[in-house]
């Protein structure tokens, strides 16, 4: 997993800017539950 291409990263930015891109981009009538302590994910519901 060593290799680059030529043009250079396919993410230019940060892991939080990535989050918030994602976050803004959820649904409102989706709902994400939290990640747990001990690892587990539950499925974001939907409302409703």
């Known amino acids: 997993m060593s290799q680059q291409s030529s043009e250079g990263p ?3 930015i940060t ?3 990535l ?3 994602l976050t ?3 649904p409102e009538n989706l709902q994400l539950v939290d990640v ?3 690892r587990e994910v539950e499925i974001a519901s939907i409302k409703g």
């Open 19 to 21: 989050a918030d891109r």
């Open 15 to 17: 892991v939080e800017e």
């Open 10 to 12: 396919l993410l230019d």
């Open 36 to 38: 747990r302590e001990d």
């Open 24 to 26: 803004d981009g959820i």
